[in-house]
């Protein structure tokens, strides 16, 4: 696979990933392939926190809930409230950790911890350079990005 520097997502296997990805030093854009690439996992995050998420303000997004799932997620703001951009995926980041939410998370996550929050760490975040319109669902869900060349910028 000349030329392809990784591929999307830690712990994927070349035959799994969802995309295959390299650098290009000139504009520092991520460019996708399409190799028979499955969707990418995705989330949606109410705003303000979506947009804060996008501009690399809020590291760590809370959910009451976990995912085993480790690697590239797609940052989707929701519907409501109408906060533009809404129902537009606005980043992409590399899940690394979820795990109870602990007082020293409060700043990165921007917000206080709750009994029941867990801590979605997220690394790597890189802003959609052209946002486009998702339906969010709840969860972990799958998002289409096949013909999408120039997704995310990257921090090189």
Not at 14 to 32: C, H, I, K, L, P
Not at 53 to 61: L, N
Not at 131 to 152: C, M
């Amino acid at each position: 696979m000349g030329g392809h520097d990784s591929v999307l997502g830690q712990g994927f296997s070349v035959e799994d990933a969802s995309r295959v990805f390299s650098q290009n030093a000139r504009d520092g854009w991520t460019r996708y392939e399409d190799e028979g690439a499955k969707p990418m996992k995705a989330i949606s995050v109410k705003q303000p926190w979506a947009n804060m998420i996008a501009e690399g303000e809020k590291t760590i997004e809370t959910r009451t809930w976990s995912t085993r799932y480790r690697g590239e997620i797609l940052i989707v703001s929701s519907m409501e409230p109408d906060i533009p951009p809404a129902g537009y995926a606005l980043a992409v980041a590399t899940l690394v950790d979820c795990r109870p939410m602990s007082v020293l998370d409060e700043p990165a996550a921007q917000c206080r911890k709750t009994p029941t929050a867990i801590a979605w760490v997220l690394e790597n975040v890189r802003r959609i350079k052209k946002p486009f319109p998702v339906q969010g669902e709840l969860r972990v869900f799958e998002v289409d990005v096949t013909g999408l060349l120039e997704l995310a910028k990257s921090d090189s």
